[in-house]
């Protein structure tokens, strides 16, 4: 080995170079990129770190000859990242498609970028923009909380105790150990703060937190490409309401609602850039108003929408369907409002802990045939006549909505002190069938509804063109090869610029000697006297006034004066000269390394 001392910076490099790669990726490609981080630090402790991006090209030849099983697996890593991205940032995903022929370049980009940054300012640098960018994509992949804190951990590991010497490797890797658990503490919530506007004697549901959609990955993409048709058609879900409202012909003013944010006012029907409306609660019976509902287009949007809310919020496990039959039993081909009402009842008669009735509703409605989920938030009965209240005033609870046909999501409250506040169910409603009022509100719910199969998505024809995206990403790692090396040469400027002469004597002298054994292959470690034999002309002469500037400088009682570090910027200035008279190659390598 070149120097064995080197030898822990080179495992820290590998083991945050692996560990990065598997928060990003998480499938068998992010193995192959551990083991050529892995054999990339073993080369570059054995040919000198700034050799280390030899085995790129053994993993070119590698993927030559599992040219088939690389790029698929690649693809699939890539598939995997665009689905987790799309989950965790809420918004559309679309299967990744014609990415098996061009994937694996963003393995191979990723590990030229991480051997670029180790090879120009080695493990500690490299470990910090790991940790920097792992926190980053945290905000938008599932990056494990565990590994997030590890690679934290090891960052200021390396940063405190150094990346050499087993003594250095061992307190480094303590310290990313014990910061792993870190990513189990839970912090307490904090009560809401802050103030809420709206009119006096309103219901107010401010909405926190909503059941997250419980999708496949299948689901999912079907779900994006729904919302994608909706969004061209102009169909916004939140439009329900507001053509409830519409229908009922009455007119409802719409009082602005302020809240901090994180909170969303329920039942809107308009919303703008900083401002959010919230209206009335219906006059009427919810099951009346839906006859009067527009038809047409409207109708078979809203049945699009329909299948994404019962594929997402509408099954159950086979488990939970059995446990909900055996313990309630509601028949499921009951007219709407009496199943609703049967619901009610059984969640009445069997909850006994009310931090289970919000749950055990969803599961109950579902298991008769109804969408639902579950709410979190804020809630207030009434708001005062001033119409002001801070949140803290309101009640933190949970509640549930479903889905009805053509009304779109409506609240539903099951517990009697809370009934009043959803019109959803008309009154004298019973799972016995002793309301007069079923008959009818079934026939305007299905006259009203949307059809019951899927509705189909159509979009025109579009040419395909290939994505930049892939080609990109070679470029984006030369140019942060690019980047780290004028980096680099910008330091290495600093330190022979000091005003302090001892620093920059010894800047020049070893970055010197450091051109020397690059371009002129005269190795550091030989004697002064050696290495001057091999060297003639001005530069032999400049070499040997350098050295003994050095030389005075270290052995002597003297400090370093201008005249010493003027010998040494001529030095390392003629070893520039000589390096440019090297091959064209050569010259480009040693640029690219920040050396001239």
Same mark, same amino acid.
């Given at each position: 080995?070149?120097?064995?001392?080197?030898?822990?910076?080179?495992?820290?490099?590998?083991?945050?170079?692996?560990?990065?790669?598997?928060?990003?990726?998480?499938?068998?490609?992010?193995?192959?990129?551990?083991?050529?981080?892995?054999?990339?630090?073993?080369?570059?402790?054995?040919?000198?770190?700034?050799?280390?991006?030899?085995?790129?090209?053994?993993?070119?030849?590698?993927?030559?000859?599992?040219?088939?099983?690389?790029?698929?697996?690649?693809?699939?890593?890539?598939?995997?990242?665009?689905?987790? &991205?799309?989950?965790?940032?809420?918004?559309?995903?679309?299967?990744?498609?014609?990415?098996?022929?061009?994937?694996?370049?963003?393995?191979?980009?990723?590990?030229?970028?991480?051997?670029?940054?180790?090879?120009?300012?080695?493990?500690?640098?490299?470990?910090?923009?790991?940790?920097?960018?792992?926190?980053?994509?945290?905000?938008?992949?599932?990056?494990?909380?565990?590994?997030?804190?590890?690679?934290?951990?090891?960052?200021?590991?390396?940063?405190?105790?150094?990346?050499?010497?087993?003594?250095?490797?061992?307190?480094?890797?303590?310290?990313?150990?014990?910061?792993?658990?870190?990513?189990?503490?839970?912090?307490?919530?904090?009560?809401?703060?802050?103030?809420?506007?709206?009119?006096?004697?309103?219901?107010? $549901?401010?909405?926190?937190?909503?059941?997250?959609?419980?999708?496949?990955?299948?689901?999912?993409?079907?779900?994006?490409?729904?919302?994608?048709?909706?969004?061209?058609?102009?169909?916004?879900?939140?439009?329900?309401?507001?053509?409830?409202?519409?229908?009922?012909?009455?007119?409802?003013?719409?009082?602005?609602?302020?809240?901090?944010?994180?909170?969303?006012?329920?039942?809107?029907?308009?919303?703008?850039?900083?401002? &959010?409306?919230?209206?009335?609660?219906?006059?009427?019976?919810?099951?009346?108003?839906?006859?009067?509902?527009?038809?047409?287009?409207?109708?078979?949007?809203?049945?699009? $929408?329909?299948?994404?809310?019962?594929?997402? $919020?509408?099954?159950?496990?086979?488990?939970?369907?059995?446990?909900?039959?055996?313990?309630?039993?509601?028949?499921?081909?009951?007219?709407?409002?009496?199943?609703?009402?049967?619901?009610?009842?059984?969640?009445?008669?069997?909850?006994?802990?009310?931090?289970?009735?919000?749950?055990? &509703?969803?599961?109950?409605?579902?298991?008769?045939?109804?969408?639902?989920?579950?709410?979190?938030?804020?809630?207030?009965?009434?708001?005062?006549?001033?119409?002001?209240?801070?949140?803290?005033?309101?009640?933190?609870?949970?509640?549930?909505?479903?889905?009805?046909?053509?009304?779109?999501?409506?609240?539903?409250?099951?517990?009697?002190?809370?009934?009043?506040?959803?019109?959803?169910?008309?009154?004298?409603?019973?799972?016995?069938?002793?309301?007069?009022?079923?008959?009818?509100?079934?026939?305007?719910?299905?006259?009203?509804?949307?059809?019951?199969?899927?509705?189909?998505?159509?979009?025109?024809?579009?040419?395909?063109?290939?994505?930049?995206?892939?080609?990109?990403?070679?470029?984006?790692?030369?140019?942060?090869?690019?980047?780290?090396?004028?980096?680099?040469?910008?330091?290495?400027?600093?330190?022979?610029?000091?005003?302090?002469?001892?620093?920059?004597?010894?800047?020049?002298?070893?970055?010197?000697?450091?051109?020397?054994?690059?371009?002129?292959?005269?190795?550091?470690?030989?004697?002064?006297?050696?290495?001057?034999?091999?060297?003639?002309?001005?530069?032999? &002469?400049?070499?040997?006034?350098?050295?003994?500037?050095?030389?005075?400088?270290?052995?002597?009682?003297?400090?370093?004066?201008?005249?010493?570090?003027?010998?040494?910027?001529?030095?390392?200035?003629?070893?520039?000269?000589?390096?440019?008279?090297?091959?064209?190659?050569?010259?480009?390598?040693?640029?690219?390394?920040?050396?001239?």
């Amino acid at each position: 080995m070149k120097n064995r001392r080197d030898f822990p910076a080179a495992l820290i490099f590998a083991f945050a170079a692996g560990l990065l790669v598997y928060m990003l990726s998480g499938v068998t490609a992010g193995a192959s990129a551990l083991l050529l981080c892995t054999i990339t630090a073993a080369a570059s402790n054995k040919f000198g770190r700034l050799w280390g991006f030899a085995p790129a090209v053994c993993a070119v030849a590698a993927a030559v000859v599992f040219r088939r099983e690389f790029m698929a697996e690649c693809a699939l890593c890539a598939d995997e990242f665009a689905y987790r &991205t799309a989950v965790r940032a809420q918004t559309l995903y679309a299967p990744v498609s014609g990415a098996a022929d061009s994937a694996w370049l963003v393995l191979l980009a990723f590990c030229g970028a991480a051997c670029a940054v180790y090879a120009a300012f080695g493990a500690r640098v490299f470990c910090l923009t790991a940790a920097l960018f792992a926190a980053a994509a945290e905000l938008f992949t599932d990056v494990p909380a565990w590994a997030l804190c590890t690679l934290i951990g090891l960052t200021v590991g390396a940063f405190c105790f150094g990346e050499n010497g087993g003594k250095a490797l061992l307190l480094t890797a303590l310290t990313a150990l014990l910061t792993a658990p870190a990513s189990l503490l839970a912090f307490p919530e904090t009560p809401p703060k802050g103030e809420v506007t709206a009119s006096g004697g309103l219901p107010l $549901y401010l909405a926190e937190e909503y059941e997250r959609a419980d999708l496949t990955k299948s689901e999912y993409a079907r779900a994006s490409a729904i919302f994608l048709a909706l969004e061209e058609q102009g169909f916004d879900p939140h439009m329900q309401s507001g053509l409830l409202i519409e229908a009922s012909g009455e007119e409802l003013p719409l009082d602005d609602v302020t809240a901090p944010e994180g909170y969303q006012p329920a039942n809107i029907c308009a919303a703008d850039s900083g401002r &959010t409306q919230v209206c009335r609660q219906f006059g009427e019976n919810v099951f009346l108003l839906i006859s009067k509902l527009k038809s047409g287009r409207y109708l078979d949007c809203e049945g699009l $929408y329909r299948e994404y809310v019962y594929s997402a $919020y509408g099954k159950l496990t086979a488990d939970e369907q059995r446990e909900m039959e055996e313990k309630f039993g509601i028949d499921g081909t009951l007219p709407l409002d009496r199943k609703l009402a049967a619901v009610k009842s059984g969640i009445n008669a069997k909850v006994t802990d009310e931090s289970e009735r919000s749950p055990l &509703t969803v599961k109950l409605a579902r298991s008769c045939g109804l969408a639902a989920r579950e709410v979190r938030g804020v809630y207030f009965g009434a708001m005062p006549a001033s119409g002001r209240a801070d949140l803290s005033e309101g009640e933190q609870r949970s509640w549930v909505e479903v889905y009805i046909d053509g009304a779109g999501w409506a609240v539903f409250e099951s517990k009697p002190e809370y009934a009043g506040a959803s019109p959803l169910l008309p009154e004298g409603a019973s799972p016995d069938g002793e309301s007069t009022f079923s008959d009818s509100a079934e026939q305007y719910i299905y006259a009203a509804a949307p059809p019951r199969t899927a509705a189909e998505i159509r979009t025109p024809d579009k040419a395909k063109k290939p994505s930049p995206t892939w080609a990109a990403l070679p470029a984006g790692a030369v140019v942060l090869l690019i980047f780290a090396g004028r980096a680099r040469a910008f330091v290495r400027w600093r330190k022979r610029s000091s005003k302090d002469f001892g620093k920059a004597v010894t800047a020049s002298h070893f970055q010197g000697r450091e051109l020397l054994s690059a371009a002129l292959c005269i190795s550091e470690k030989l004697p002064p006297e050696e290495a001057a034999s091999q060297l003639d002309g001005l530069l032999r &002469t400049r070499f040997e006034r350098s050295e003994r500037a050095f030389e005075r400088m270290r052995f002597s009682d003297l400090a370093a004066d201008e005249e010493s570090a003027k010998c040494a910027a001529e030095f390392h200035k003629e070893a520039q000269t000589a390096a440019k008279k090297c091959g064209l190659r050569k010259r480009f390598a040693l640029w690219l390394k920040g050396l001239v």
